[in-house]
């Protein structure tokens, strides 16, 4: 409402039945400036305060007809003049004027005649001046009010702007939300279908509105609602829960979806909201990483499988043919050939797995013609193809490799020169993938490892071979100027060629110790020599492990003198009998008992204990030790310990070798069991007991000269 505001006058109503007394009052007034009413009557008066308001009436109360205290009453009566200030003027005296009266109308003062213009212009300027401030003040607050009506109402029409473009905002995101918002009635009825659920479902709004929720989720949504006491307890609480559940399309095709849900109060009812997101592409992917997991785990044992089986042959022809059945199986090929390639780049067929009419000579020429199988030589490198083009068969030949389809070539270098291809074919047309390549670069890598292995070992055992039969022959050889050297030295000594000169004794006996030592080498040699070629004869009998142990220490006797050394024996009580080669064992104890003395630091000691059960011997020592990284080692054909310290003891390395394989063939070991540098060492032969009580102990057999060692 629009507020006009008053002009700033106000106005003075002046009632007297006496025209001039009228008169009188506004000249007095006048220089008030205000607005004077002049009325002649109380009925007048009346009139006057329904049509305005007063600052304040001045009225005579002595009035003809209607007197001032009646007027004065009626003008109270009217709402608009209830509280308009009167002031009496009267021409009695104060006492005789009836002011109780006039006050409890609702006097504020009387003015008796006659009148002094000063008191009377004041007075009225009072209440002038307290309606215009009045005025003044009702129009500020009226402008206020209006202020604050106008702010509120901006304010309303922002929140009403705002409330829309919410609701704006919302329904764009419901329908721009890649998910399926789905709102129910309490009957479980849609009433909010979005965009997102029609592109999820596959079905419209307008079709689906209305519709129970069955024919989206055909299981319903009860079981997910929160449970809830009689009256509604739950609503609006959200379970943040993702279910997985069953959906289905317009077309009726199921599909997985992923469901949360939620209740909320509206309008006296319950609406459920449904928030679906379609997960069967997100199925489809786990699924798809889940067998890409299960084929490169496969591929992976497959692998290390292959490793296993590959690495288990030192034969280079076998790791290739094993090789030839592995990766048929692992690319899944119909056939398998395995072509050897020449030093000048000819091909061969060297094997052929799962092949129908195997054995066409005329295979490894035509696949020589195959560009693919040249590119992946010349790649060194796995290649995919085709079928391959062999040409029409021979007369009366199946045509070689006929219905090939699909062609993998795996060329295998060892060494940078490819040495064999293997060519896999697949009869059904399923090509060969990236997935077939990387398995066979794998397997190709792998392969030319244990190939290389192969050759390597072949080669050192072919070096090996030569080696053992160059040292045979030569030990063959030496064995009869030996004989003969030591014949004669014989003959020299016991006079048979005439007695020697004067002082020739010592040295003849020196050579023929010297000639001994060698006679024992080259016996030494020929054994290791018949060991590798699995010729030493083996004859067991039944003996007391003692005597062998007494019989040692007698053949160890001559030496251990002439050295100084001192030897302990702890033999058992009672016999300890085995069942073994008695000269191969006498072998093994001159050979520990020879060591002991050889390897010996200062004086040598040495003990031999005999042990049953099982029946064994221990030959300690307080030598020079091995260390423990040579413990095993120096059981090694021709290894010795090169310590200077020794000063090159005269050795081939044989004896322990030798030993240990005796001690096997007895089906016994031999070990060092402990031993410490520059402590000394145990080392232990443990033999078998006979299988049964022996009918006759036999003794064991003398050991030839020719095996003991001499002295240094
Ligand atoms: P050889 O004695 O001819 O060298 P062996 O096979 O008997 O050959 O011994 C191999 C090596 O083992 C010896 O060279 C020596 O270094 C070490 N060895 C053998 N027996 C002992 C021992 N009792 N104490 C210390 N070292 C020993």
Excluded at 50 to 55: I, K, N, V
Excluded at 290 to 315: C, I, K, M, T, W
Aim: cysteine-free.
């Amino acid at each position: 409402m629009e507020f006009a505001p008053r002009a700033a006058r106000a106005s003075v109503l002046l009632v007297d039945d006496d025209t001039s007394k009228l008169t009188a009052l506004e000249a007095v007034l006048a220089p008030l400036g205000q607005n004077l009413v002049r009325a002649q009557s109380g009925r007048e008066a009346l009139r006057a305060v329904l049509a305005d308001d007063f600052a304040v009436i001045l009225l005579d109360v002595r009035m003809s007809g209607m007197d001032g205290f009646e007027t004065a009453e009626l003008i109270r009566q009217r709402e608009r003049s209830e509280r308009t200030p009167i002031i009496f003027v009267t021409a009695y005296g104060a006492g005789e004027a009836n002011l109780e009266r006039g006050y409890r109308l609702g006097a504020v003062d009387f003015i008796f005649a006659p009148v002094v213009p000063e008191i009377l212009r004041t007075k009225v300027s009072v209440f002038v001046d307290l309606m215009l401030k009045t005025d003044e003040i009702r129009l500020q607050a009226e402008r206020l009010r209006e202020l604050e009506r106008r702010e509120l109402s901006r304010r309303l029409e922002r929140a009403e702007l705002g409330r829309l473009q919410a609701e704006a905002r919302f329904a764009s995101v419901l329908d721009f939300a890649a998910d399926g918002i789905v709102a129910l009635d309490g009957q479980r009825h849609v009433v909010l279908f979005n965009r997102g659920a029609e592109h999820i479902f596959g079905r419209t709004a307008a079709e689906t509105i209305g519709q129970p929720i069955d024919v989206l989720l055909p299981d319903g949504v009860e079981e997910f609602l929160l449970p809830r006491d009689g009256d509604g307890e739950g609503v609006g609480r959200h379970d943040r829960h993702r279910h997985e559940v069953a959906a289905v399309r317009a077309d009726g095709t199921p599909f997985p979806a992923e469901m949360t849900i939620s209740e909320f109060p509206e309008g006296g009812h319950t609406i459920t909201a449904v928030i679906l997101r379609d997960i069967s592409e997100r199925r489809a992917a786990e699924a798809e990483v889940r067998r890409l997991n299960e084929d490169l785990n496969q591929r992976l044992s497959a692998g290390v499988d292959l490793v296993a089986h590959l690495a288990a042959s030192l034969d280079p022809s076998e790791v290739l043919a094993r090789l030839l059945v592995r990766v048929s199986a692992a690319v899944k090929a119909d056939e398998g050939v395995l072509l050897r390639v020449d030093d000048r780049g000819g091909l061969s067929v060297a094997g052929r797995h799962a092949a129908e009419g195997a054995g066409n000579d005329q295979l490894g020429v035509l696949l020589h013609r195959q560009p693919l199988i040249r590119r992946a030589i010349s790649e060194r490198m796995p290649v995919v193809g085709g079928g391959l083009d062999l040409g029409p068969p021979a007369e009366g030949e199946q045509a070689p490799m006929s219905g090939v389809l699909h062609t993998a070539v795996l060329p295998l270098a060892v060494d940078g020169r490819v040495s064999a291809v293997l060519v896999l074919t697949r009869h059904r047309d399923d090509p060969f993938t990236a997935g077939d390549t990387e398995m066979l670069l794998l397997i190709g890598n792998v392969a030319t490892v244990a190939l290389r292995n192969a050759q390597l070992f072949d080669e050192a055992q072919q070096a090996s071979i030569t080696k053992s039969e160059f040292l045979r022959m030569a030990a063959h050889e030496l064995r009869t100027p030996a004989g003969v050297l030591r014949g004669y030295l014989s003959m020299l000594r016991d006079g048979t060629l005439g007695s020697s000169p004067p002082g020739w004794e010592r040295p003849l006996e020196v050579v023929d110790a010297k000639a001994g030592e060698l006679t024992g080498l080259i016996d030494e040699l020929l054994l290791a020599a018949s060991m590798e070629g699995g010729t030493v004869p083996v004859h067991p009998e039944v003996f007391d492990l003692r005597e062998a142990v007494g019989a040692a220490l007698g053949r160890a006797e001559g030496r251990a003198t002439l050295l100084g050394a001192r030897i302990e024996s702890d033999l058992a009580a009672d016999p300890v009998l085995v069942e073994a080669d008695s000269e191969h064992i006498g072998r093994i104890l001159d050979n520990l008992v020879n060591n002991a003395l050889t390897y010996s630091a200062g004086e040598p000691w040495l003990r031999l204990s005999v042990a049953e059960a099982p029946p064994r011997v221990a030959v300690d020592d307080h030598g020079v030790g091995v260390d423990p990284e040579q413990a095993e080692r120096i059981f090694e054909r021709f290894y010795r310990v090169n310590d200077p310290a020794l000063g090159y003891p005269p050795g081939t390395g044989l004896g322990l070798y030798i030993s240990r394989d005796l001690a096997g063939l007895a089906g016994g070991t031999l070990a060092l069991e402990h031993s410490r540098p520059g402590e000394g060492s145990r080392f232990v032969l443990t033999l078998r007991a006979p299988a049964r009580t022996p009918v006759e102990v036999a003794r064991p057999a003398p050991v030839p000269a020719g095996r003991r060692r001499g002295g240094r």
